[in-house]
């Protein structure tokens, strides 16, 4: 039995014609977890052969624009792809119920098109969410799923999610520096897939605004670092700024070994990584 990783989309806010924004998804026991929900989601979920109804929940790391992009989109696809009331649980840090609430509110034109349209369609999108800050999520699915604090500051509060099922563990940290908290989310698990920035290259970039992006987010080393100290075997980085230059893969490798010996995984869209098994 395995827990299988999907990296969805690997990109950054900026858009790229390769990457869809930054969204993975966590796949055991038949039971399938979003984690965030960037541009193009359902674009690449489809090709991962998942749909919106197949969905046990969303999860999000934090509420920073890059990663809800899509949300609207997951909320109305699921809605309209599903044909009795199905709701769509999504999980995320104080203040995810504010943000649904106003989705839902943007999309009240839509919805109410939809439901005079078809006759079958008399109900709206059913959504439930929980907020969530540490400790364990209670969804009922077979796979525990447990939250912990990270530190994306300013970006408050912002959470990490953790993945287990038979003996295997993954742990999804989003937006990050390093910090105790992720420390502790990651004890003794398998694998993490952690958010990434070259800082080498960003801090040379003459632009205030990308400039910011260095004290609030990880770099290769940094991310190795955390799965080094939690006793990790795989690290999967991901939502590469800047976009990776073809053929460049290694050099985020390099980077991270410094710091971690184990197996690390740099990807496209849609490259999958299984945990556990045979």
Not at 36 to 44: E, F, I, Q, T
Not at 90 to 107: E, K, N, R, W, Y
Not at 169 to 192: N, Q
Not at 195 to 206: E, G, L, S
Request: charged share 15%; hydrophobic share 40%; glycine share 10%.
């Amino acid at each position: 039995m395995t827990i299988d990783i999907t990296l969805l989309g690997t990109g950054s806010p900026i858009p790229s014609p390769d990457r869809a924004g930054p969204a993975t998804l966590i796949s055991a026991e038949g039971e399938h977890y979003l984690v965030d929900a960037g541009r193009g989601v359902l674009m690449r979920m489809a090709a991962a052969g998942v749909g919106a109804p197949q969905l046990s929940a969303v999860l999000l790391t934090h509420l920073h624009s890059d990663h809800i992009t899509d949300l609207n989109d997951v909320i109305t696809t699921r809605w309209v792809m599903t044909f009795e009331p199905t709701p769509l649980t999504i999980v995320g840090p104080v203040g995810t119920q504010h943000v649904v609430d106003h989705l839902l509110a943007s999309l009240a034109p839509d919805i109410a098109y939809r439901t005079a349209h078809h006759g079958d369609l008399n109900h709206e999108p059913p959504v439930h969410v929980i907020e969530v800050e540490s400790g364990r999520v209670e969804l009922g699915g077979s796979v525990a799923i447990i939250a912990g604090a990270t530190d994306h500051k300013p970006v408050e509060p912002s959470v990490g999610f953790r993945f287990e099922s038979g003996g295997n563990s993954v742990v999804v940290a989003g937006d990050t520096i390093p910090c105790e908290s992720l420390d502790a989310l990651c004890a003794g698990a398998d694998a993490l897939v952690h958010t990434v920035i070259r800082k080498d290259i960003i801090a040379n970039v003459p632009l205030q605004r990308m400039l910011d992006t260095l004290d609030y987010h990880s770099s290769p080393a940094e991310a190795g670092a955390t799965a080094n100290r939690a006793g990790m075997t795989t690290l999967v980085l991901t939502h590469y700024v800047p976009a990776i230059a073809p053929g460049g893969e290694q050099e985020w490798v390099d980077l991270a070994a410094t710091e971690f010996t184990g197996k690390i995984e740099v990807g496209n869209d849609l490259h999958r990584i299984s945990i556990g098994g045979f």
